[in-house]
């Protein structure tokens, strides 16, 4: 049986290999990229100590792409997890079409992000699908990308509703994991349809929501695709998520030192994030 153990451990050496070539080493190499000036092609370079972090601190693109990545992080985690838990307790419920529906809102994260983004931009283009629909309707035809504030408006609603149905799956496993019983005895009671709601759904679909929201929350903070294919980042540099800020830097303006810098800090941002949310649901957890 030892020998057996041994012989099964040597199939991991493949796979850490991996792991040490595409992931270890390039982190532990951008770690190294990010104190210096290096400009991504040139084969000469120069280490700058601290340069780089301080300019993330002064650097107005960068803060602003800063609360971009918290707006799309957070915001499209609460659209998704109001969309997707509204569609999983509808689609829970028995009717003709159902699993053609199901399919139906899943089949968006099925497309690639990219995709999904051109598709967008085509249609909020001046002579696209959607002012033709508006021109019908009688309304003027207007650019819905030209300001920032209705950029990222699309942004989020594009992202949420491409990965929606990740937290519709998540949490129609979680309903399919209460007993009946529990709403029978509720209902027995005299609970209503919204006590049975808050009182038994909510909390025995609270390991749903952690992982919905955790997984959801990961996704927004590192959006790239979709800002990328939608606005570019644009008009200006406004919507840009630092994802899109790590990119711009290191391809247009040939800062990989500052690339390198931007990158460790989104790193440090989302891990920071996600042990402080796995605190808070820890808590929770054990308060309830």
């Not at 969309?83 to 003709?96: H, I, N």
């Not at 051109?118 to 021109?135: E, R």
Request: glycine share 8%; net charge positive.
């Amino acid at each position: 049986m030892e020998a057996l153990y041994k012989k099964a451990n040597i199939l991991y050496i493949p796979a850490l290999a991996l792991f040490a070539l595409f992931v270890a080493y390039p982190f532990v190499d951008g770690i190294r990229i990010a104190f210096t000036n290096w400009n991504g092609f040139s084969r000469r370079f120069s280490y700058v100590g601290l340069r780089n972090f301080v300019r993330l601190f002064k650097d107005e693109n960068v803060r602003a792409s800063f609360w971009n990545t918290l707006l799309y992080g957070f915001g499209s985690t609460f659209f998704q997890q109001v969309l997707g838990l509204s569609l999983a307790l509808f689609l829970d419920k028995k009717f003709p079409g159902r699993g053609i529906t199901r399919t139906v809102v899943y089949l968006p994260v099925l497309i690639s992000a990219v995709i999904m983004g051109y598709m967008w931009y085509y249609l909020l283009q001046y002579d696209g699908a959607l002012n033709d629909i508006v021109a019908l309707a009688g309304g003027e035809k207007r650019l819905w990308l030209s300001s920032a504030a209705s950029a990222k408006s699309f942004i989020l609603g594009v992202n949420t509703l491409q990965y929606c149905g990740i937290s519709m799956v998540i949490y129609m496993a979680g309903l399919q994991n209460i007993a009946p019983m529990y709403y029978e005895a509720a209902r027995i009671e005299g609970a209503g349809e919204w006590q049975v709601f808050r009182r038994v759904t909510v909390p025995l679909l609270y390991p749903a929501f952690v992982t919905s929201i955790t997984i959801n929350l990961i996704g927004g903070l590192k959006l790239f695709d979709i800002i990328k294919a939608l606005t570019g980042g644009g008009p200006g540099y406004t919507t840009n998520s630092l994802a899109t800020l790590i990119h711009s830097s290191y391809f247009a303006s040939q800062m990989a030192g500052f690339a390198a810098a931007n990158g460790l800090a989104l790193f440090v941002l989302i891990l920071a994030i996600t042990l402080s949310l796995q605190a808070i649901f820890r808590k929770i957890e054990v308060q309830s």
